[in-house]
């Protein structure tokens, strides 16, 4: 498994989810995992970087989109940091650039959810 997931708690009860690596059909569910249990604690507004991936399939697309809709579920929101411009095309292709706010900092993203 080539992933890490690492979780930190910034200034105004915002969690950032750093990933870095691959996120497949292999790594998802330990993304899926962390995600889960902000959730499950009650975190609902949280910045997903994707700075380091340096690729993800649709596994990894549906694991966000699975986390955007729980959060959603209690008025929260996820927002991403993308920097690659080659995960950045798939989100356009995909048309998930309407449904995730996508930022080029953690900073930016972190405004946005506020």
Do not use: W
């Amino acid at each position: 498994m080539d992933i890490k997931v690492n979780v930190r708690e910034t200034p105004g009860d915002c969690y950032v989810v750093d990933i870095a690596g691959e996120i497949d059909v292999y790594t998802s569910p330990k993304v899926k995992d962390a995600i889960g249990a902000l959730i499950d604690r009650g975190v609902y507004n949280l910045v997903i970087d994707l700075q380091k991936v340096r690729y993800i399939d649709s596994t990894g697309l549906g694991v966000l989109i699975g986390g955007l809709k729980r959060v959603r579920e209690h008025g929260g929101s996820v927002n991403l940091v993308c920097t690659n411009p080659q995960i950045r095309k798939i989100f356009d292709i995909t048309g998930l650039v309407k449904i995730f706010g996508i930022f080029e900092s953690d900073d930016a993203a972190m405004k946005a959810l506020v």
